[in-house]
């Protein structure tokens, strides 16, 4: 297939649309990466998988992906409306540490997240802290411009010189107007942002001087700034969750078509929430981290099966229920990949279905559902195995990694008389059991779905 077959729903113009690149074979990717005051959880990453299935699309079709991601360290208050504490500097008083500490802390926990889950690493990961003085530089290309004005507080872009402010998320200004919910200190209009923040004479971990006062960029600016530095002024893709359409990534956009007199990104695309009981995963009292479902007896991989059975623009609910499936799932999945003699080629009429479900706007539900065709199908056995390995690489479920381990007899016999005594509430005894397994070289991993695996130490 070639690359105009590729197709992506665009979030500024609501349609579905050719995908068609800067530059020949080389996108431009901005993904919006986390802010480090505390651990991410299963609903943020499944933005990153959503960003790491694209990314992997556009390279099997012959693409070159710079893909720049940020890491917020600075600048993100509590509120969007430009009030109440950095979220930095809360997340430092509450670990009883600096925000320096913590901003290093919590992106390793991130990385090895991304890591555990099979995420591609991104070209550049750039940290707001380490790019201040282009947020500052960006700044002053907009006050030379006349689109700020400074506060008590802060300088401020002031979004009534830009008429089309809010045309990603179809912003109803007027009716903004009308019933005013943000606090509005001395900024001139509701959807007015802060650009930078002045420490107000109290001080800070994270503060730097400028050429307006001493204090500290706001979360926007950051990723106007990098973007430009890494991407140009122009670029193909900017990416992030449906909570950036509203407000951060509107503001992104004000900010440069402001400096340069255009919108940075060509296509706009966003992931949607993780929902449990219905609720977006961060409003339901539930934190629920990658390390909790490990802890649960899942594995990483059994999440990422589970976020690959939604598209990435509908709402998933989370339940343990379903994750169990996805487990069991996969790993049936992987029996079948190691039953299968290697050597075959990839078959040329299921290639072209799996193309045409992934390049029309990642349809992974789809796709998944063509794995098991393939496995039902007619053709031969070690084409099976090249044409499900071909679609793993969109997967990214590392099935090619998978190695089919005999287990001798006498050790599933005690796996599953060690099974059996769990069940009946006799865990000392079964406790025996695991160490006679494990004389054998072999141990069992038990998980919350009342199943378990067996594995050479």
């Known amino acids: 297939m070639t690359q105009t077959t590729l197709q992506f729903y665009n979030t500024l113009s609501r349609q579905l649309m050719p995908f068609d690149s800067i530059g020949p074979l080389r996108v431009g990717l901005y993904a919006c990466g986390p802010t480090v005051y505390d651990y991410a959880h299963v609903g943020n990453l499944r933005t990153y998988l959503f960003v790491d299935t694209l990314k992997r699309v556009l390279q099997l079709n012959g693409y070159q992906v710079n893909h720049v991601m940020n890491i917020t ?5 509590v509120s969007d409306g430009d009030s109440g504490e950095d979220k930095m500097e809360k997340g430092a008083r509450i670990q009883h540490k600096s925000a320096w500490e913590i901003a290093t802390f ?3 926990a991130f990385l090895a997240d991304l890591e555990r889950l099979n995420i591609l690493k991104p070209s550049i990961t750039c940290r707001a802290t380490e790019h201040i003085q282009e947020q500052i530089s960006f700044i002053q290309s907009l006050e030379e411009k006349g689109y700020t004005y400074q506060t008590s507080d802060g300088i401020y872009f002031d979004t009534e010189k830009l008429p089309d402010y809010g045309k990603l998320a179809r912003l109803d200004k007027q009716g903004l107007l009308a019933g005013i919910r943000v606090d509005m200190a001395e900024k001139r209009h509701p959807t007015d942002f802060a650009l930078w923040k002045f420490s107000g004479g109290q001080k800070r971990q994270m503060e730097w001087q400028s050429p307006w006062g001493i204090g500290f960029p706001g979360w926007h600016i950051e990723c106007s700034a990098m973007a430009e530095k890494y991407l140009g002024e122009t670029f193909d893709i900017h990416i992030g969750g ?3 359409i509203p407000v951060h990534h509107t503001n992104e956009i004000a900010q440069c078509q402001a400096k340069n007199g ?3 990104a060509n296509y706009w695309m966003h992931g949607y929430f993780l929902n449990i009981n219905n609720e977006k995963i961060s409003k339901s009292g539930v934190s629920l981290r990658l390390e909790s479902l490990i802890e649960h007896g899942y594995e990483p991989l059994a999440y990422r099966y589970l976020t690959l059975t939604s598209h990435y623009r509908s709402h998933l609910s989370f339940s343990w229920e379903g994750l169990a499936g996805a ?5 049936r999945l992987r029996d079948k990949i190691t039953s299968l003699p290697a050597g075959g080629n990839i078959d040329s009429q299921f290639k072209a279905e799996f193309l045409g479900y992934i390049n029309r706007d990642l349809n992974m539900p789809q796709a998944l ?3 098991w065709k393939v496995i039902e199908s007619e053709i031969e056995p070690a084409d099976k195995k090249s044409t499900l390995l071909y679609f793993d690489q969109i997967f990214g479920l590392d099935l090619g990694k998978v190695v089919r381990v005999t287990i001798p007899d006498e050790v599933q016999r005690l796996a599953e008389q060690r099974q059996s005594l769990k069940q009946q509430g006799r865990y000392d005894e079964a406790d025996s059991i695991r160490d006679q397994i494990l004389a054998y ?6 998980s919350a779905d009342r199943l378990y695996t067996i594995t050479p130490r």
């Open 242 to 244: 449906e909570d950036h």
């Open 369 to 371: 559902a063509l794995v």
């Open 262 to 264: 255009k919108v940075q």
């Open 106 to 108: 919590f992106e390793s």
């Open 73 to 77: 360290d600075v600048g993100h208050l």
């Open 441 to 446: 070289g072999y141990q069992v991993n038990d």
């Open 327 to 331: 487990q069991k799932t996969l790993r």
